[in-house]
Structure formats: C-alpha cells, structure tokens
C-alpha cells in the first residue's frame, strides 16, 4: 500500500513522511527530490532556467515514475508531493487512486512563519511576501487537497500518528475523489465510483430523512447498483419519480405530472430533490425542485458527458415550448454536483461525441490546455477507448470543462455579463434544435453546428482570424462533428432564432470567436447569417467558409 501526502508548502509533507515511513518500515519518496536528482540541479535552478512551465513538466515524469500503486496490505511507500503536484489533473489521477491520500492542512499563517525560517527556497514564494502568497495558493488549491483526507497539520505528531495510522488500517477506498470544491454556486465533487457515498454526505449534509430521487428509467439503470445500496446502508429511505427519457421530459406538461408525484409522496419544503440522469433530466428536475412549494434543494448527479461538462452547473433550470428551446425556467443553484465519471463508460458513443460539441465550445472561449487536450485525445473519448480512461483524458476532460463553466458562472449568476458567452454556437444552435422538434439532433449536435456558424460570422466580419477559425473548425471535423448535411429549410431556422432568449433591444446578440476568446455583437446581417446557415445545411461543414459576406 501506498500513502500520499499533499499540502501547501512548509506544510511538513516531508518530516511527516519520513516519520511515518520509519514507522512502518517503509520507503519514503520526496518527489522534489525526484525532479532535482533526475535534472541534475535544485529545483530554484529549473525554475530559472526552464520557468515554471518546464518544472510542471518534469513533476509530471516524476509523478508517472512512481507507477501503479503498491498492491501489498503493509505500508510499502510514503510519497511526499510538491505543494503544486496536485494542480494538474493528471498527476491526481496517477496519484490519488488505489492509495490513501492525506492533506496535511495549516492556516497560511503558521506556514508563512515556517518558511520565514527556512532554509529551503520556493521558487513561488521566493522574494515575495510569504503570507499574500500562501493565501492565494490557499485558496485557489483547496478543490484540489481536498479530494484526500483532511488532516490538522499543526497538530501534535503523535495525533497526528494516529490519525495517519486509522486512515492506513482502513486502506485504499474503492472510489476516488478528485476534486472536491465548495463554490458560491454549490458544492462540486468530481471522483470515480463516488456517486453513492457522495449522494449520502450531501443528503445527511442537509438532514434529509429520504432520498426523493427525480429520474428517467435508462439513467437510473446504470445508477440504481452505486446510489441505491448505499442509501440503503445508510438508512435513507428511497422514493423515485420517473420522468420520461431525453428531450422529451423537457415540457411542461411533465413537470405538472412530477409535480403531482411529489404531491402524491407527500414532499416537504425541507427536502431535496436528487436529479439523476443527462442534461434534459437535470433541466427538468431543477425546474421542478425551483418551483415544487416554491423551491426545495436539489442535488445534481449528472450521468451523461453533456451533463457533467456543462448543463449541470450553473443553476439553470428549464423546458421547452414548440416555439423555441428553454423559454421557460428559472435559476436554481444546487446545493451538490456529484460528478462520477464512471458513468461515463456505459453511454452510446453517439452522446460521448455529440458532448464534445460543448467542450469544443469551452476550449475555444480561451482554454488552450482544453483545446490541446480535444485535439490529442477527442476522439478516443468519443470512441469510449479504454486507454482514454485509464490515461486520466477523460477525467481531465470532464474536470477542465466543468471547472472552467464554475469559474464563469460564480462571476455571473444571471448572465448579466461575462456568462453570456457561454452561449458560443447557441445561437444556431437551439434554432437547429426547435427546428428538427427537439428529435434526432443532440444538443452538442446541434451546438457544433452553431459553433461552426459564429466562427464564419465573425471571420467574415473580421473579428475571427483566419488562423483560429481553421482550428476550431479543423477539430470539430476531426471530431465528426457539425458536418451535416441537415434536412431544414434556411428560412425554418431563420424564424426559430427569431425566438431565441438572447435577443436584447429586439436584436439578437451573437457570440463570436476572437484570436483568444470572444467577443458579443449584435450588428451581424440578416444577409451573412442566411448566407452561413444555407452552407451549414447542404453540408459545407467539412471546411472554413472564407466567401461568406
């Protein structure tokens, strides 16, 4: 068995697994070291001459040097991390799964009274002011530290022993957390087989007698055998309401019968509502847990891609009317996302790759490490490779998307401002949805296709560089996505735009790529958009429309 100590730096990562190593016999790994010896220099030396971007690197070859993790039941290894380990996803993958992980945790200002006195340089802190410094790494790691178990890193080191020791009796959980982060919009955890113990923590979080979970019957096929059993082993009652399958649930009519179930089982104020199942589930649920006795919690456990990168943080809830997509709903945040990646593994490849469609969307509002991530490894993911799993691709996948949807909605609940540029290729795109009926084209679908159209709009207009449009569009071909042709009528889906949501001032406003993000206008021609539409439809999305004026 292996133990992983992660913390920030002065936090006593290194002392305390030494100790613990002689303790039990074991040997103890500093990855620090690791990446000086192999470099050849200390690690102040890297940072001068190879810059941060260099050591993040070499952290990474030393994280995948450490391999699988020790299958013997004794204590073999205790490894000692560099306080910014953590941060890239794929060394928590290599790092925290099938091992016990601990956070030596210590408030920024003990740490910063440590390293005043230290003789070990840290290339972050290193002539700056300690205390600022810490607190800014504090707060923008703790998602990240927080996956492992949370331990008093000031407290005496017998205790602290103990603690250690309880945590090795028990050994590695079967599940993984990843990431476990409390933001303004809810709780957010992000792990693998996760979905059952978390759905327990949040409902007793909340001192819920039941668990009232709002599903559809394919969903709750794959997710009864985690969720149910431990609900059971907790002593939480379950009761379902079933709602029918995909875009389907999203009418008003369904929310009226789910609100009659509710009424039938007798659901109080107090009680949340768990939501299991894809994005149009989750919009449903939330709208009903929004207006059910005029609101009640609710806890999102997306089971689809679409819905674990996107549709299920943010808080908005709605359905659909014949004369367009989500024009009636409401904002409600929910208390938990529980996010399992696991479930990912079950889908049809068609719902992995129309998903894609979203985070194509997510890297081109300015995420290059996400648009390397899709060019690499996109369509493995959609395939449902196993090697895409097993390699972190998909986790991180699912992390740097949701993640990056968090950081835009906590600065913009109500789309006031920034977060109306997640509505990159919405545009087209919920057209292209009420067109078809909400049948045959998934969401990512259909968004791929917009994504396609704001990027010849705003190349066309000059806002978009040639250079950048070619890539979006040369991804989301690899990808297979928004190549069409698409059976509609351009005047069809100029008529479904003319009810979209994003109109302000009676014009609609159009999101559109830049050289390294977007930007929002609202004088694009009827003429350029009837023009970019009819190509998409016939076909032409296999290549960048350059003669679209």
Known sequence: MDLVIVGLPGSGKSVVGKRVAQRHGATFVDLDQVIEREAGRTIPEIFAQEGEIGFRARERDAVAGVGAPDPEPRLRRVIATGGGTPVDPRNRWALYRGRVCVWLDSRPEVLAQRLRTS???????????PMAVLRGLAAARERFYAAASRLNGVAEIRGLMGAIDRLLEAGPPEATTLLAAETAIGRVTLGEGIAGAAVVEALRRLEARRALVITEPVAWSFA??????ALAEAGLALDLVLLPEGEAAKRLA???????????LRAERSEPL?????????DTAGFLAATWLRGVPVIHVPTTL????????GGKTAVDLPEGKNLVGAFHQPTDVVIDIRFLTSLPEQQRRAALGEAVKMAALGDERLFGLLESDGDAIAR??????????????????????????????????????L??????????EATAGYQGLLHGEAVAFGLRAATRIGMAM????????????????????????????????????????????????????????????????????????????????????????
């Open 274 to 282: 768990v939501a299991v199942g894809g994005g149009a589930l989750g």
């Open 306 to 313: 679409v819905a674990q990168t996107d549709s299920s943080i």
């Open 119 to 129: 003789r070990n340089v840290r290339p972050l802190i290193a002539g700056r002011d």
């Open 254 to 264: 369904v929310v009226e019968e789910g609100a009659r179930a509710l009424a039938s």
């Open 462 to 549: 000059g806002l978009t560089p040639p250079a950048r449009a070619e890539r979006i569009e040369r991804l989301l071909t690899a990808l297979g996505l928004g190549v069409g042709p698409l059976p509609f009528l351009p005047a069809v889906v100029r008529d479904a735009m003319g009810t979209d949501k994003k109109h302000s001032a009676g014009r609609l406003r159009w999101v559109l790529p830049t050289a390294d993000g977007v930007t929002v206008r609202n004088d694009v021609s009827t003429e350029l958009v009837d023009d970019v539409t009819a190509g998409l439809l016939r076909g032409a999305g296999a290549a960048v429309a350059t003669d679209t004026r």
């Open 224 to 229: 009864a055998p985690v969720i149910a059993p």
């Open 384 to 421: 449902g490779e196993a090697s895409a799993f097993e390699s972190g691709a998909v986790a991180e996948l699912v992390e740097r998307a949701a993640w990056a949807k968090v950081a835009v909605v906590t600065g913009d609940e109500r789309e006031q401002g920034a977060r109306i540029h």
């Open 423 to 432: 509505n990159l290729g919405h545009t087209l795109g919920h057209a292209l």
